[in-house]
């Protein structure tokens, strides 16, 4: 793929608040199509992590222990890779 600058697309014309709703919805958009991309395991399991699913699920899935699961959690959070998910499927106390 060839570089592309943000003018190049247009996007510099975006304002501050708009770039990251975009890279949001970019990110979102490879997510539900990870199926077709060949990612490396690791990432597989970044994604299903963002996907919403459990650290039990993602453990099982990949073959690997809940604390590797919660490690990489913890490091994407204090490296600012993403934000934590703001969506949570079970009910509020």
Same mark, same amino acid.
């Given at each position: 793929?060839?570089?592309? /600058?943000?003018?190049?697309?247009?996007?510099?014309?975006?304002?501050?608040?708009?770039?990251?709703?975009?890279?949001?919805?970019?990110?979102? /958009?490879?997510?539900?199509?990870?199926?077709?991309? %060949?990612? %490396?395991?690791?990432?597989?399991?970044?994604?299903?992590?963002?996907?919403?699913?459990?650290?039990?699920?993602?453990?099982? @899935?990949?073959?690997?222990?809940?604390?590797?699961?919660?490690?990489? @959690?913890?490091?994407?959070?204090? =490296?600012? @890779?993403?934000? %934590? =998910?703001?969506?949570?499927?079970?009910?509020?106390?």
């Amino acid at each position: 793929m060839a570089s592309v /600058s943000l003018r190049d697309l247009g996007l510099d014309r975006l304002s501050i608040e708009e770039r990251p709703q975009l890279a949001d919805a970019i990110w979102d /958009s490879v997510v539900h199509e990870v199926g077709t991309l %060949p990612l %490396p395991e690791w990432q597989r399991a970044e994604l299903e992590c963002d996907r919403g699913r459990s650290t039990r699920e993602v453990a099982t @899935k990949f073959d690997v222990s809940e604390s590797w699961v919660r490690r990489m @959690k913890q490091e994407r959070r204090e =490296l600012n @890779k993403t934000a %934590p =998910l703001l969506k949570r499927r079970r009910a509020p106390l």
